[in-house]
């Protein structure tokens, strides 16, 4: 399985920017796609975004299209995730998470990295 390490979490306000960074060790992940998914208090885990390392092709969930960004860093094996116009309800435990391309489930997972947006 890869290693994932998140950073990046924090305590900002309606409106603010914040950039969540994970990253991957321990297999090469060129044939993987990597992801965020984030849990509010409550609520199931959601998937926020993903992006398929070797093309760098992206998928948004509804509720962040337009405010968040995946990207990635190939040389340094590390994806980011760029939040702007953070909201109150994007106050969740962000993940990241990786899977092989081809399989459905998520399979390897990092320690989670809480971001909370006050009114």
């Known amino acids: 399985q890869v290693q994932l390490v998140e950073s990046g979490g924090g305590l900002v306000q309606a409106g603010d920017s914040l950039r969540l960074s994970c990253t991957a060790s321990g297999r090469t992940i060129s044939s993987y796609v990597m992801a965020w998914f984030r849990q509010a208090p409550g609520k199931e885990r959601e998937l926020v975004a993903q992006?398929?390392?070797?093309?760098?092709?992206?998928d948004y969930a509804e509720s962040v299209k337009g405010r968040f960004t995946i990207s990635r860093d190939v040389a340094k094996n590390t994806m980011y995730v760029q939040m702007n116009k953070l909201k109150p309800e994007d106050t969740a435990v962000y993940y990241c998470a990786a899977r092989r391309i081809g399989n459905f489930d998520y399979n390897s997972w990092g320690q989670g990295t809480t971001v909370t947006v006050s009114s």
């Open positions: 992006i398929w390392w070797n093309r760098g092709t992206t």
